[in-house]
């Protein structure tokens, strides 16, 4: 059986952010993701969590201006101290929420010329990340987007998370795979999480074209939940879609398997 999360930066936004938590858990979510939470301080999240009965599995370093069109945080070399600034701002999140994983987004480069040098700056901060968060037995992820939605994302396929994943070797250090991402760049997501799936850390998904709820687009989400059950993947599944229409009314894909299950 998948353990289904709700990112709460996409689902739910009807309502303010604090008042998300219960609206999850009234629809069957007992787990949910927020992309950046730093709107909210730390304690202010753990009480609306703990009302809510919920777990927070996942949240992302701060990434500056990346959803703005830059180029984030974390690659680029003239940041590198503030990335550090922002892992000490996580930590603080982290004690109190204590998230299964911690995502670190790798960022763009818009000047290609300099790629090699903020490729090396991501793989010196990705490693130190990791080992900011592995003392309080959190995972760091990482995840490849696609270069259509983020022209000049450095990190866009599998084979390179792959590549990134080995050449650190990192004990705590796991991929977040996202199926919508990956599907847009042409790749098999069902075959890729069978095969790597010792590897990954967390999943998430958008139907695909649009990033809209299953149904959608383009992609049979039967055989792919039935795949990544299948690889014996024990971690979380995140809803991480731009609903169409009501949050409310893209759950059908949820509320189909819940029925299937208690079947």
């Not at 993947?233 to 189909?256: C, I, Q």
């Amino acid at each position: 059986m998948l353990n289904f999360t709700a990112n709460l930066s996409l689902l739910f936004t009807e309502v303010e952010l604090i008042e998300r938590f219960e609206a999850a858990s009234r629809q069957g979510f007992n787990a949910v993701e927020i992309q950046f939470p730093y709107a909210l301080d730390a304690g202010t999240l753990k009480q609306a969590l703990t009302a809510a009965g919920q777990k927070l599995v996942l949240f992302n370093v701060d990434a500056d201006d990346l959803l703005q069109g830059g180029e984030g945080l974390v690659c680029v070399p003239e940041k590198q101290p503030l990335f550090r600034q922002a892992v000490a701002q996580t930590l603080i999140y982290a004690e109190v929420l204590k998230p299964v994983a911690i995502n670190v987004l790798p960022g763009r480069c818009l000047d290609e010329s300099r790629l090699p040098e903020y490729m090396k700056t991501f793989k010196e901060n990705l490693y130190f990340a990791a080992d900011a968060f592995a003392p309080l037995g959190i995972k760091t992820v990482f995840e490849a987007i696609n270069t259509y939605d983020m022209p000049g994302f450095i990190i866009h396929s599998g084979a390179q998370m792959l590549a990134v994943l080995d050449e650190l070797d990192h004990p705590d250090l796991f991929l977040q795979y996202d199926i919508y991402h990956m599907q847009m760049m042409d790749e098999e997501p069902a075959r890729f999480i069978a095969d790597h799936v010792d590897k990954i850390g967390h999943i998430q998904f958008a139907d695909c074209p649009g990033r809209a709820q299953p149904g959608t687009g383009q992609i049979d989400f039967e055989p792919v939940f039935s795949a990544i059950e299948e690889s014996g993947y024990n971690s979380w599944v995140g809803a991480e879609y731009k609903p169409m229409g009501t949050t409310l009314d893209s759950l059908d894909w949820f509320r189909k398997l819940e029925a299937k299950i208690r079947r």
